[in-house]
């Protein structure tokens, strides 16, 4: 047992030292691509490029799932951006609350017979709807399918050569489609997916689907994941997608090339992770096929959604990103691991995602096993254990606080001090249990996996000033 334990402990330092070594390797991307993406965030010509007749024209999904409270506030926030030419189409995916009725009697909306394209097959079609005076509105209405269905459903009523995808309890900012339409312009031919900054509304002010005030969030939860969402959007996004390997494009928002999301067979059913499905099958179509491609990430192109609110919506939440991420790791990209044709998303991307984000829940239980053991075996004083969980605790917390700064230095979306005094603080908190029990969750969701577990999980909505 001795033998066992101090080979795993070895095992253990040389995993930290690994996963620490990447996690500061991709920050130190993302710093050095902030002051590009500052002078780029100061000098584009976003007002100029929104009123263009060469900026593409893009269609906006938005499945929508029992979503009366505030798919409303949703539409009107879409129909309001500055952008020349674009599209809403809102999937009603089988409500069991008011979601399509509310939308038809709010925009007049009346039943129409378009062409309809049949290049994914979905569930079926109760109908489609539109109305002259919102020439730029599309609703359809479905049978319950799934995310992934409601989003194949889109794609094929959608008319135009980009589909950006916006989950219907988001809000874009007027001028984010156009600043993710101009990193798009900078390479159409390669650039096949796009992905925006995700940011949490929770206690901002809300009017007319436009966020007015932006506060940190006041309760519990939605402040943790205000830090999270920065420090994993600023602090990897931003360096992953300077090496050409970004994994996900966030389910809230994104654009793509409608003709590469169709060649891979469109979004598939059964994944709570559709978001990170699509974005490896569109990796690995390019690679197999040797085409050029590049999936980007724009930080200033903002969507704000709305964060859970409680333990349980939460966990719910990071169980069923854990059972997807598990489930896309072991049908998707177990394929691709290690394979030099492959490159960099084969090469590191996925070996990493596999090592340390989807067996991470292992390592850190057994761990905490191997920890105990130490102890009731007297292998190590408690003066080790500190200094040990102390080197862990404030390197993280050292990237936390990178994060921040480029935040401050690039974008400073919230400008109250106090907000980034309590950005700071949550920096900290954030790993004296949040932490821990996302591990926790992660577990849960594989268990769930395990037991075919399918089901969404519960995520309770409320308006967007509450």
Known sequence: MRDFLLGYG?????????????????????????????????????????????VPPVSLLVPAYNEELMIKENVRSLLALNYPEYEVIVVNDGSKDET????????????????VSNNIKTERVRGYYHNPEYPNLYFID???????????AGINLSRHPLISTIDADSLLEKDALTRIARVYMENPEETVAVGGNVRIVNSCTVEDGIVKNIQFPKQ???????????????????????VNGLIIVSGAFGVFQKDKVIAVG??????????????IKL???????????????????????????????????RMRWGRGNLKNMIEEGIHMVFRPRYKVFGLLTLPYNILFETLNPYFRLSGLIAMIGYWLLNMADWKTVAVFMLVNFFSCFILSLGA??????????????????????????????????????????????????????????TNFNK
Request: aromatic fraction near 18%.
């Open 10 to 54: 070895y095992f253990a330092m040389y995993y930290a030292l690994a996963i620490t070594f990447i996690y500061f390797l991709i920050f130190a991307l993302s710093i050095r691509h902030t002051s590009p993406l500052q002078r780029g965030i100061q000098y584009n010509r976003v007002q100029k490029l929104s009123g263009s007749e060469h």
């Open 100 to 115: 399509a009725q509310l939308l038809i009697e709010e925009f007049q909306l009346k039943e129409i017979k378009p062409f």
């Open 142 to 152: 479905k049978e319950n399918g799934g995310k992934a269905d409601s989003l194949n």
């Open 220 to 242: 519990w939860w939605p402040a943790l994941q205000n830090v999270e969402y920065i420090k994993a959007f600023l602090g990897g996004r931003i360096g992953w997608s300077s």
């Open 266 to 279: 469109g979004y598939r059913g059964g994944y709570p992770g559709e978001d990170m499905n699509i974005v």
């Open 283 to 317: 990796h690995r179509y390019c690679l197999e096929n040797k085409i050029p491609y590049q999936v980007a990430f724009c930080p200033d192109a903002v969507c704000w959604t709305q964060a859970p609110d409680t333990y349980r919506i939460l966990s719910s939440q």
């Open 404 to 461: 921040l700064f480029i935040e401050e230095k690039a974008f400073s979306r919230y400008p109250k001090l106090s907000d980034l005094n309590k950005m700071m603080l949550y920096s900290f908190l954030m790993f004296l249990g949040y932490r821990q029990v996302g591990v926790l969750w992660r577990f849960l969701g594989h268990i769930d996996f395990f037991r075919n577990n399918n089901s969404w999980g519960t995520m309770v909505r």
